[in-house]
Each structure stands twice: as structure tokens, then as C-alpha cells.
């Protein structure tokens, strides 16, 4: 397990019944932190990479087989989920809230719950 992400999913206060985005979810190690603080509340995670979202499935297989956790294959920059909106969205190490902050702030802001927060995390890979 990730100290760093553990950090990470510490800083986020999450409430049991909060739902949850994570963007940029990569192996799906937060994830599975998330899903572990969770009772009622939901986890949606993207990534734009094929390949990391089926790592993270298989690492959260128990989660999404219960409807806790979904994880999709999609970029920021064509996010689209529906009718869900969050309490609670992240993201760490994501290029384009670095790149382009106020960009990307704007494309997470439809999906916020009225009182919603986003969490941007950046740190130096080691
Ligand atoms: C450096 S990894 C970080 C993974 C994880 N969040 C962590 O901190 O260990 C960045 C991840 O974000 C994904 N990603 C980068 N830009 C993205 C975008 N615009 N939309 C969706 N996913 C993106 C990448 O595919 C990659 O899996």
C-alpha cells in the first residue's frame, strides 16, 4: 500500500454516505481506500488509459461486484456521467490541473454536489 495515497485519501474527510470521483485513478490503489471508508456512499473513478482501468477492476473486483465502485475508461476533457454528481472529487498527479488548473477546475465544476469539493494532489513522483 502507498503511503502517499494514503495521505491522500486522509486528506479527504470523507463521510460514509459521500459519493465520490476520482479522476486519473491509475492502478486503483486509492481507490481501494476509498472504497474501504464507504457504507452507503459511491465511488466513480476515470482514467483515460485502457490499460489502467482494467488493473484497477481487477484489484477493486469485490467493489464493483457489489455496485460499490465503477471505474471507466474516459478522458477529463470529455467527462460524462450522467445524472451522478459528487461530494467529493480527486485527483493526484493528473497533468492538466498543473497544466491548466483553471481548465480543468471548470470541467470538474458540473459534476460537483451543491457544496461539493475538489481535492487537487501533486507531489514529485520519487
Ligand atoms: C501519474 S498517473 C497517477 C495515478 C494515481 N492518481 C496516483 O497518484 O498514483 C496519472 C494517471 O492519470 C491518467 N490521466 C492523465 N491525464 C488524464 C486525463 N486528461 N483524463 C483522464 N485520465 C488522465 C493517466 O492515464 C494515469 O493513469
Not at 467527462?79 to 461530494?87: I, K, M, Q, T, V
Not at 451543491?114 to 507531489?123: N, S
Request: aromatic share 6%; glycine share 8%.
Amino acid at each position: 500500500m502507498s503511503a502517499r495515497l494514503r495521505s491522500i485519501v486522509d486528506q479527504l474527510e470523507l463521510r460514509p454516505d459521500d459519493d465520490v470521483l476520482e479522476i486519473g485513478c491509475g492502478h486503483g490503489i486509492a481507490a481501494t481506500m476509498v472504497c474501504e471508508r464507504l457504507t452507503a456512499g459511491r465511488y466513480v473513478a476515470i482514467d483515460r488509459s485502457a490499460t489502467m482501468i482494467a488493473a484497477a477492476e481487477r484489484r477493486n473486483a469485490a467493489a464493483v461486484a457489489s455496485g460499490q465502485a465503477e471505474f471507466a475508461v474516459m478522458e477529463l476533457e470529455g467527462l460524462d456521467l450522467g445524472e451522478r454528481r459528487f461530494d467529493v472529487v480527486f485527483a493526484a498527479r493528473v497533468g492538466l490541473f498543473h497544466r491548466a488548473p483553471d481548465r480543468a477546475r471548470a470541467l470538474i465544476e458540473p459534476w460537483l454536489k451543491p457544496g461539493g469539493v475538489l481535492h487537487v494532489f501533486y507531489d514529485t513522483p520519487s
